[in-house]
Nanobody, 122 residues
Framework: QVQLVESGGGLVQAGGSLRLSCAAS????????MGWYRQAPGKQRELVASISSIATTKYADSVKGRFTISRDNAKNTVYLQMNSLKPEDTAVYYC????????????????WGQGTQVTVSS
């Protein structure tokens, strides 16, 4: 079974920084795109950033210039460096990965982390 485990969330003041990590484990043949999503109360889930298997990146306009997504393919891990945090960044952040499991007969599937709370105070 494939599992994604996130870490790095917490409470930070505006202007501060956090680094989120998400490691995929289990039986994995390969991972295509990985990404970070967030959902704030009363809002739809939105894509924050994504990164392909060859490190092509995309960012939501609201985080461009402040957040950086990266990945370590050898560790099956994706990171989100968040700088210059704003109160409007407050949300539950989820990582995702498109995975070809190593188990025989398993199809390409999306997997999600458990979510980690990021709270930015004024």
């Amino acid at each position: 079974q494939v599992q994604l485990v996130e870490s790095g969330g917490g409470l930070v003041q505006a202007g501060g920084s956090l680094r989120l990590s998400c490691a995929a484990s289990g039986s994995i043949f390969s991972i295509n795109d990985m990404g970070w999503y967030r959902q704030a109360p009363g809002k739809q889930r939105e894509l924050v950033a994504s990164i392909s298997s060859i490190a092509t990146t995309k960012y939501a306009d609201s985080v461009k210039g402040r957040f950086t997504i990266s990945r370590d393919n050898a560790k099956n891990t994706v990171y989100l460096q968040m700088n210059s945090l704003k109160p409007e960044d407050t949300a539950v952040y989820y990582c995702s990965a498109e995975v070809w499991p190593g188990r025989v007969g398993a199809p390409l599937s999306d997997y999600w982390g458990q979510g980690t709370q990021v709270t930015v105070s004024s």
